[in-house]
């Protein structure tokens, strides 16, 4: 085979212009645009695809969020109810206490109020019992003195109480 | 990781360039046959009548492989019953010849290709020898070859002519921007291409993301876009056009793959940096001796690589050519031992199932053209981050 006989310079100058031309064209016409789309499409498609991706993440961290919340918030019910039954408590028993104190003073007071009517009491009926007693006393010795032999009885009677030592 | 993936590179080229080198050396044991053949045989006469002894085969297989003049679909009659008429059509001749530009339409020649017929265009006298013009000088009436090729009394002139390989060109060409400019204008109505666009779309991708971008880089791969695609194409639809009827024989001519692969090497070799050049001349990382071994082999791998392109583009092709040949004329060389039926058939299974391999390698030698090619300029617009 002779290869360098079979060479045509002719074809071989002819398929550089058309290669060269055709290169050209190509890259105005083909593939500039070709490759410009594809790669706009792809960067869109990885855009899409990241945004979505940032979406869920950010649509997760939201999820996690909501929970938070409402855990605090259940967090916050279960304080606030246990403080209203922690205050209950204490209001009752203060309550509770201020009525037992009350009530002490109040027991005292009407006591005393009773023991200083039952002083004055006392002292009324004895004063009275005194008057009642010499008033008695007094019918009784009219009586028993309105008679000599009484009187001297009685003299005799009580000095044989009295004993000389 | 660098070094091993350089590594893998270099064997990746070595491997192909064993491999197209064993086809090569198929295809001209091949053609000694036919070399062989057409020395018992004779030639000069086989183009005239129908096409039926093995040298006849041979001349014919020749014949076609080589470029053409005219666009010929079939011939028929001739074998004494009356002239021999050829159907398809003229191509236009262009030529330079001593005395200027000459032009005229191939139908001058009468389908002459054994050097004979003279035609005179315009004082200059030219005749046509195995698709080759020659311009006569005064008193010599026909194009002789003597052993060395070279022509008694005639020299070949400087071949413009629309042949049938320029003319697959222009329809490669032609089918290229019309195809792929109507994918262009379809993503002006929406990001998705329609009907033949889906089609091609993908392989563009793959030229792209299979082919470009592991080769070249991420950084730079977009300025040899342009190249590669292109390249891609063309030889994958002229190796395509070659397998129709028409019988184009394109990527499998010298000329052709010599171009294509020239733009590879200009390629390679203007858009090549520093870290290339300092890798052919002054090896890094190996002792003096070794740079000094290594700056020939370097320069000469230089110039192999792109060589190894060329010839294997072009003994692939031919030798499919070659091939699918034989195999059809298996009807006539085996009508006597196996009858017109029998033959016919074991032709036919043959040569569908080469044609089948055809088209593979249609592809293949395409993808192997683009993938070395972006492979080399790789190499040349590495950055050597490891040294």
New interface residues.
Partial sequence: ???L????????????I??V???V???K???????D??N??EE?IKDALDAAENAKKELQNLNAENERILNEARAERDGMLKDARDMKATMIASAKEEAQAEADKVIKQAQDAIAAEKKAAIADLKSQVAGISVEIAEKVVKTELADKDKQLALVSSLLKDVTLN | MMIAQQFKKYLFTVVFSLVSTLIFSN??SL??VAQHEETKGHPSTSHEGAVESKSEIAAYSKHHL??SHDFHLFSYGGDGHGERHHVGFSLPVI??TSKGLRTFLSSKFHHNDNGTHVVDANGVRLAKLHS?IYELEPGVSSVILDED?HAKGAHKV????I?K??LG??VA?LL??LG??S???G?KKG?IPTGFGRVL?PL??YV?DEIARPNIGEKKY?KY???L???FF?IWILNLLGLTPFGFNVTG????T???A??TFLITTFTANKDYWKHIFWMPGVPVPMKIVLMPIEILGMFTKPFSLLIRLFANITAGHAVVMGLIAVTYTAREALGVPGSFGVSFLLTLFISLIELLVAFLQAFIFTMLSSLFIGMAVEEHGHH
Wanted: with cysteine; aromatic share 12%.
């Fill in positions: 085979m002779n290869l006989h079979d060479f045509s310079p002719g074809l071989f100058i002819i398929q550089a058309i290669l031309v055709l290169i064209l190509m890259r016409f083909a593939w500039k645009p070709i490759l789309s594809l706009t499409r869109g | 295809t001209a053609e000694k080589a470029d030529v330079w080759k090729h400087l071949d413009f002519s042949t390989s320029v060109m222009l060409s290229m921007l792929f400019s994918l262009a204008r993503y990001a779309e563009v991708i792209r977009r876009m342009g190249f695609l292109t390249v063309f001519n010298i000329a052709v010599v171009c294509l020239l733009f």
